[in-house]
């Protein structure tokens, strides 16, 4: 590495420093969009007591679901965990904790995380089990918790196309939680398809900026779908 | 006769206006995108993060990058926009999406609405119905008026956790239109074929009925 270059050779370069009992954001929704080698690497490293800030947690056998069969994840934040056997299992044998978060308020943690606020107010939850033990606020006569930001150890991201300095464009709805997740780690690995030279991106079209990536690697993709629902 | 769950979606489509921004929650709420009057513009938002959903893609067309918040396979239509969760939950929070129509389990006289969690059941999460409700001024609650054992579903009280308080105005369920307001229910239309009385006697919570009740137009 040198200069601006972000790009590693390796997964294994690309998640070195991951410990046990990290705190890990991923992007994705569903199967679309999920870095799927960093989520290969967590397992082959057998890193345990993750907290997983994911708006879901991949399906039995893939995705984040593959760091379920051996027991990695001790915490998963997320909004919606219903896809996933052996989840539920750990979860009613009290092997897995989960903190559910409405979806927006989820996205907004990892932006104001990554952004330097600390927290915020949302009238989301309110009224709710959600706002249960959360500051109240009532501004122009409506009330509203009060939210903290998230951050990570480390965030995984999936990209479509960066250029070397790891300025990333994300693919069609595969964007989802991506860009917030890339801003939100102390150390944010970006997965793309394709790896080209500074310079053949127009600056415009970039999503994510190079200065939120730490390590660039370009990798190779299943995208499994979850529904594939097509017409006649 | 009750409404089925398409002569439901119908109902809820004459709520569409032309040029509205409409996010649909899954079931039901997704059956409305098929009753769109003919001439009429309307964008559906998906709260994953697109604007302007199209139909489901030919087999040819399927791509794993393009997704709805079902999880499904999805086409754009012209003039779509995509972006991230952040932003798509601002347009929701931010109060810029123009119609939201969800389901519920319950919903009561205050317009609290109960939708994600049944006690003692597993617990898969809210998703994005918690930010639809607290964001969403004009939101259509799409339902069956009472239980497969002929609990009523429209209460005084939601007896299970919300997932929004005081948020809904509007109910369309298989036998009636209602309308919430001042903590209780009015009956504003009936489906075709069913009385009063049976709305009445399947409906748990503060029910105000004007002297004339006019038929659905399903």
């Known amino acids: 590495m040198s200069g601006f270059n972000k790009v590693v050779g390796s997964y294994e370069e690309a998640m070195a420093g991951l410990e046990d009992g990290m705190t890990v954001i991923a992007g994705g929704f569903g199967l679309c969009g999920i870095p799927e080698g960093c989520i290969a690497q967590i397992k082959k490293m057998g890193t345990k007591e993750l907290t997983i800030v994911s708006n879901n947690c991949g399906v039995d056998g893939f995705g984040l679901g593959i760091l379920l069969e051996d027991k990695q994840i001790k915490k998963m934040v997320s909004s919606y965990v219903g896809e996933n056997k052996l989840f539920e299992d750990q979860l009613l044998g009290g092997e897995l904790e989960v903190e559910l978060t409405p979806q927006g308020t989820l ?121 594939r629902t097509v017409r006649a | 006769m009750a409404l089925s769950r398409e002569q439901l979606a119908m109902r809820v489509a004459q709520e569409l206006q032309d040029g509205f921004y409409v996010n649909l929650g899954i079931g039901i709420p997704t059956l409305v995108a098929n009753y769109v009057p003919e001439g009429m513009e309307v964008m559906l938002q998906s709260e994953n ?32 926009s995509i972006f991230s969760s952040a932003e798509s939950f601002a347009m929701i929070r931010g109060g810029h999406v123009d119609l939201t129509v969800l389901g519920a389990f319950e919903v009561d006289v205050q317009g609290n609405i109960a939708s994600w969690m049944i006690p003692g059941k597993l617990i898969k999460g809210m998703g994005g119905a918690m930010d639809l409700v607290a964001g969403a001024d004009n939101i259509i609650v799409t339902m069956t008026h009472a239980d497969k054992h002929g609990n009523s579903k429209l209460l005084n009280e939601c007896t299970l956790p919300l997932t929004g308080a005081g948020c809904i105005k509007k109910v369309v369920t298989d036998l009636a239109y209602l309308e919430i307001e001042d903590g209780q229910f009015i009956l504003k239309e009936r489906a075709p074929g069913v009385s009063v009385e049976e709305i009445v006697s399947k409906t748990g919570g503060k029910l105000v009925v004007p002297d004339n009740v006019p038929e659905m137009n399903v």
């Open chain 2, 49 to 80: 993060g697109l604007l302007g959903m199209g139909p489901f893609p030919t087999e040819e067309e399927v791509d794993a990058d393009m997704i709805n918040a079902g999880k499904q396979t999805v086409t754009t239509i012209t003039g779509a």
């Open chain 1, 107 to 227: 996205a907004e943690k990892m932006r104001a995380g990554g952004a330097g606020i600390p927290a915020f107010y949302t009238a989301t939850g309110y009224g709710t089990p959600v706002g249960d033990g959360k500051e109240v606020r009532e501004f122009d006569g409506r009330k509203y918790i009060m939210e903290e930001a998230i951050t990570g150890d480390f965030a995984i991201v999936k990209g479509w196309k960066a250029d070397t300095y790891g300025n990333v464009i994300y693919r069609h709805t595969a964007q989802n939680f991506n860009p917030m997740a890339a801003t939100a780690g102390k150390i944010t690995i970006v997965e793309v398809e394709e790896i080209v030279e500074p310079g053949e991106l127009d600056p415009t079209q970039i999503h994510t900026p190079g200065i939120y990536v730490d390590r660039l690697i370009q990798g190779t993709f299943e995208k499994r779908i979850e529904q």
